[in-house]
């Protein structure tokens, strides 16, 4: 049984930093992605970035370029989103997901092609 657990969601202040964790298992193929996406309240559910398992390719959403890294720790099977200069906008539940969809498929990084979800984590930015 595939699971996607995240964690790290918390309170920060805005300017503030919080690293979000995605352990995954259950999975037994090496070559997946995984991705992030947030879903504000009363809006719908967004890609934030996302990741290859093996060659470590990586994509950001323009609103989150140069504030979030994505990165992953294939041994640990745990990809993990640092997410810095955080604003009041980027309130939201942060789920991650996954998806064995081929990364030659240009749309690999999208909602659409995500298989597995986890059940989310709430980020607050507020003073």
């Known amino acids: 049984q595939v699971q996607l657990v995240e964690s790290g969601g918390g309170l920060v202040q805005p300017g503030g930093s919080l690293r979000l964790s995605c352990a995954v298992s259950?999975?037994?193929?090496?070559?997946?992605?995984i991705g992030w996406f947030r879903q504000a309240p009363e809006k719908e559910r967004e890609r934030v970035s996302c990741i290859r398992r093996t060659d470590g390719t990586t994509y950001y959403d323009a609103s989150v370029g140069g504030r979030f890294t994505i990165s992953r720790d294939n041994a640990k099977n745990t990809v993990y989103l640092q997410m810095n200069s955080l604003k009041p906008e980027d309130t939201a539940v942060y789920y991650c997901?996954?998806?064995?969809?081929?990364?030659?498929?240009?749309?690999?990084?999208?909602?659409?092609?995500?298989?597995?979800w986890g059940k989310g984590t709430l980020v607050t930015v507020s003073s």
């Open positions: 259950g999975f037994t193929l090496d070559d997946y992605g």
């Open positions: 997901a996954l998806t064995h969809v081929s990364r030659l498929i240009k749309w690999w990084c999208s909602l659409d092609a995500m298989h597995y």
